[in-house]
């Protein structure tokens, strides 16, 4: 068994390739339930008339600009995640030479 990690302790940062894929690909499928179950419900067509009346935005365009909006709303859900998950040793170092 190995010994606890001392306090201190920093595991190596992962490459970021790895990180991206971690917040993308998550929020790219969660993006896709949530467009099929919104558009499901709301037509693209109706949503614009609410939203852009003078616009000239078809139904392809709207289920592509909604995916993009619930991808990036999904993303940046990720994204905070990881954020808040970073060890703490990495913004809490402390300068051995001033203590």
Known sequence: ????CPADCDPAPRPALQRWGAIL?????AAGVCTVVF??????????ELT???ADIGREWGYTL?????WTATASSSLFTWLLLRPAS????????RA
């Open 39 to 48: 558009f499901a419900l709301v037509d693209p067509l109706e949503w614009r």
């Open 90 to 97: 990495r913004f809490n170092r402390v300068d051995r030479r």
């Open 52 to 54: 852009f009346p003078g």
């Open 1 to 4: 068994m190995k010994p606890p």
């Open 25 to 29: 690909w998550p929020s790219f499928f």
């Open 66 to 70: 909604g995916f993009f909006a619930f």
